[in-house]
């Protein structure tokens, strides 16, 4: 009797993790949304980025860690497209964009989210104004783009603002609101070029929450450029899911689970020099990587 | 990089804005809001220091020649010298210049900045065409509106001519205008519009090349806009030479 239910029970289990392989394996999931195939940069004689090769899954976040002037943004302005390759291919969705036109990349565009490093905020424009500036571009109802500016506001909680002018707003602020322009339209693919440089840790922090309520409850697919060790803690060990009362918490992973949506890449160089989880950054024992890592 | 070199690959890079500018006209989206905009901000908005220039610029024309024709006893030609001279050439250069100090610097200045934080990018990423969106909108408005000054500054210059003629030099007003009427023919105002619509062209494209072309964070845009005003200027006079050769040889101004 014993030996039957304990059976039943191994099939129920098995039968869930065959499940959970078929959700984790399903082709939409399998097939990269960002991928890098042996790319190579150079500006003039200087080499930024020497055969460049990864991919980013459905609902990742790669977190590329390397010096100032590593080539990290240069990764971005590439997938972006303001950027053409010397050697090699990058694939959005599958597609390969490396040959792609102007007008072409407009298309590949507007799948992507873009937070840049400062903000890069219009001036002459409103809080309101910026964030509906993609919306405008498309020719969206006015009453639209408004639902849709406030709520993207109030993702990043900065509703308040929404009449300011970026010149009357802390540097934390127009970093948020830059990501509320980033993520009009639920773009799948968004992109962080160092959003948290030169913020205190609450804000800092603040952002990357955000992030990872993306990742986590969005399913959104994102590259985090960074040099902040404190990101890549935050990012790697924390998940945001919803408590039965309806509230986004965070949890951190604990002892017994791994976050496997996270993963770092460190650049050296132009070259790739490490690429895994965090815990397997921690435990390198390549004396540059440590002092990356540990500051010594 | 050698000069020459340097100097042609410029003139290609200005030569492809300006090829990619005229394209874009032909789709859209063609935003024109902002070409109403810009055609305020450069148009009325150097109104005020076109129309001083013209006026003193006519006043002293008549200063400094009224002696002169008077010695020849011709002083009942000294409205003709004055238009002649103003439509001719000094109307279109000094609004020209006016308008390159004004707007060249403020549009390498503002396009500079722009590119310095990343303005432009985030454009780019957000799928707009900085060409269609910035370029486009601030050459159509240079090339509509620097003809619409430049006859301001006529009027006002001859206006300032009249003054001075009557006030200084007491000479009868009628006699001034009729010799500014009898002076200027029909082909003189044409040509003092053509060379407005290609010195907007020149101020233009050199303001947005250099704006769009800032490297090197605050310092580049100094850079920019100094270059703006100093190349914009220096070509809109040589460009006014050939330009007058070629419209005296077309339209036959100032041949007689």
């Known amino acids: 009797m014993q030996e039957t239910v304990s059976n039943a029970e191994r099939q129920e289990i098995a039968e869930e993790l065959a499940e959970f392989d078929k959700a984790v394996n399903a082709p939409n999931r399998v097939k990269p949304v960002i991928e890098f195939r042996d790319v190579y940069l150079a500006f003039d004689d200087k080499v930024v980025l020497d055969g460049i090769s990864f991919n980013v899954r459905r609902g990742e976040t790669k977190i590329i860690l390397g010096r100032s002037g590593g080539g990290k943004s240069t990764i971005i302005r590439l997938i972006l497209g303001l950027l053409k390759p010397d050697a090699g291919a990058i694939l959005i969705d599958g597609e390969d964009i490396t040959q792609f036109t102007e007008e072409e990349m407009m298309a590949v565009r507007r799948k992507i989210g873009m937070v840049f490093q400062e903000g890069a905020l219009f001036d002459s424009l409103s809080v309101y104004e910026n964030v509906a500036y993609r919306l405008r571009e498309l020719n969206v109802e006015e009453e639209e783009i408004e639902r849709e500016v406030r709520r993207m506001l109030r993702f990043v909680g900065l509703e308040d603002a929404i009449d300011k002018m970026p010149n009357e707003l802390s540097g934390g602020m127009r970093r948020r609101v830059g990501i509320a322009r980033a993520l009009v339209g639920d773009p799948e693919i968004v992109l962080y070029d160092e959003p948290t440089a030169g913020l205190d840790p609450p804000t800092a922090r603040t952002i990357c929450e955000l992030a990872i309520k993306l990742r986590d409850l969005q399913d959104v697919s994102s590259i985090f450029v960074t040099h902040e060790m404190n990101n890549v803690e935050y990012l790697s060990s924390e998940y945001a899911t919803v408590n039965e009362k309806g509230e986004v918490i965070f949890e951190a992973e604990g002892e017994k689970l791994c976050l496997i949506n996270t993963e770092v890449l460190m650049l050296r160089d132009g070259k790739i020099i490490f690429s895994g989880t965090d815990e397997q950054l921690r435990a390198s024992t390549d004396p540059y990587i440590r002092n990356f890592v540990f500051g010594k | ?256």
């Not at chain 2, 238009?83 to 500079?112: C, D, H, K, Q, Y």
């Not at chain 2, 269609?132 to 003809?147: E, F, N």
Request: with cysteine.
């Open chain 2, 1 to 256: 990089m050698n000069p020459l070199i340097k100097f042609i690959f410029e003139l290609q890079e200005i030569s492809l804005l300006l090829w990619r500018s005229l394209r874009s006209l032909f789709s859209p989206p063609r935003y024109p809001a902002e070409w109403i905009r810009q055609m305020d901000l450069i148009g009325v908005g150097s109104l005020p220091i076109v129309l001083l220039t013209g006026f003193f610029t006519g006043g002293v024309l008549v200063l400094q020649t009224f002696p002169t024709l008077e010695y020849y006893g011709l002083q009942s030609e000294s409205g003709r010298s004055v238009a002649t001279s103003l439509i001719r050439e000094l109307g279109p250069v000094l609004s020209a210049l006016m308008v390159s100090g004004r707007i060249g610097s403020a549009i390498a200045a503002e396009l500079g900045s722009m590119v310095v934080a990343q303005q432009i990018d985030a454009m780019r990423a957000f799928g707009t065409n900085p060409v269609r969106k910035l370029v486009v909108p601030r050459l159509i408005a240079l090339i509509s509106m620097l003809p619409l000054l430049t006859v301001s500054a006529d009027i006002f210059g001859l206006i300032g001519g009249a003054i001075v003629a009557s006030g200084i030099y007491n000479q009868e007003g009628s006699v001034f205008v009729n010799s500014a009427r009898n002076g200027i023919e029909f082909e003189d105002i044409i040509g003092g519009i053509i060379k407005p619509l290609f010195f907007g062209l020149v101020i233009g494209s050199v303001a947005c090349h250099k704006g769009l072309g800032t490297k090197g964070g605050t310092v580049g845009v100094g850079k920019s806009t100094t270059d703006s005003v100093v190349v914009s200027s220096i070509w809109v006079i040589i460009f006014d030479f050939f330009l007058s050769k070629a419209l005296q040889y077309l339209l036959g101004i100032g041949r007689i």
